[in-house]
Antibody, heavy 120, light 108 residues
Framework: EVQLLESGGGLVQSGGSLRLSCAAS????????MSWVRQAPGKGLEWVSV????????YYAGSVKGRFTISRENSKNTLYLQMNSLGAEDTAVYYC?????????????WGQGTLVTVSA | EIVLTQSPGTLSLSPGERATLSCRASQSVSSNYLAWYQQKPGQAPRLLIH???SRATGIPDRFSGSGSGTDFTLTISRLEPEDFAVYYC?????????FGQGTNLEIK
């Protein structure tokens, strides 16, 4: 069974940093693209970033480009999101999601999310 | 950036009725990279449709997707009580990938 478990969320001050992790199990992690998607309280889904299966390609939403870095450690079946210069607009539940194949394929499995709250 | 505009914002229908949800893209999107997701309160999104018209694993056949270019549609043929949720379209053809703002399908 595919499982994705996010961790690392919490309360952080504006301007601070946080690193999210997503532990994957139940599939061959190194063979799939992975994404981060976030959802601010009461709002819709916002795509944040994607990384290819081998980690050689990564892309970002304009709202986080230059502040967030996606990475993966295939030997540990773990996806990361390093978030710097956080602002109130980054407050959201952050989901990690597996692409069904390459990084451009649909997101067929999702974690339950981890909440990031940025205080002023 | 490709902007996806979903309509209507809210759709009020009764169980047994047919639901038609629209997703319009600001520029052409390859059908291969257009998907639909369902999200219920307090839950993660679930993949419904990929490649604009292919049902994901385990999705009932009352859900269908269609469209090409800039206009895509999700249809639910006969609404079941568990179908009332928020629906999002998503394109992964061109970075930055984007979601539509969602359609809230509510019980009338």
């Amino acid at each position: 069974e595919v499982q994705l478990l996010e961790s690392g969320g919490g309360l952080v001050q504006s301007g601070g940093s946080l690193r999210l992790s997503c532990a994957a199990s139940g599939f061959t992690f190194r063979s799939y693209g992975m994404s981060w998607v976030r959802q601010a309280p009461g709002k819709g889904l916002e795509w944040v970033s994607v990384i290819s299966d081998g980690g050689g390609a990564a892309y970002y939403a304009g709202s986080v480009k230059g502040r967030f870095t996606i990475s993966r450690e295939n030997s540990k079946n773990t996806l990361y999101l390093q978030m710097n210069s956080l602002g109130a607009e980054d407050t959201a539940v952050y989901y990690c999601a597996r692409a069904s194949g390459s990084y451009r394929t649909p997101l067929d499995h999702w974690g339950q999310g981890t909440l990031v709250t940025v205080s002023a | 950036e490709i902007v996806l505009t979903q309509s209507p914002g809210t759709l009020s229908l009764s169980p047994g009725e047919r639901a038609t949800l629209s997703c319009r893209a600001s520029q052409s999107v390859s059908s291969n990279y257009l998907a639909w997701y369902q999200q219920k309160p307090g839950q993660a999104p679930r993949l419904l449709i990929h490649g604009a018209s292919s049902r994901a694993t385990g999705i009932p056949d009352r859900f269908s997707g269609s469209g090409s270019g800039t206009d895509f549609t999700l249809t639910i043929s006969r609404l079941e009580p568990e179908d009332f949720a928020v629906y999002y379209c998503h394109q992964s053809a061109t970075s930055p990938f984007t979601f539509g703002q969602g359609t809230n399908l509510e019980i009338k």
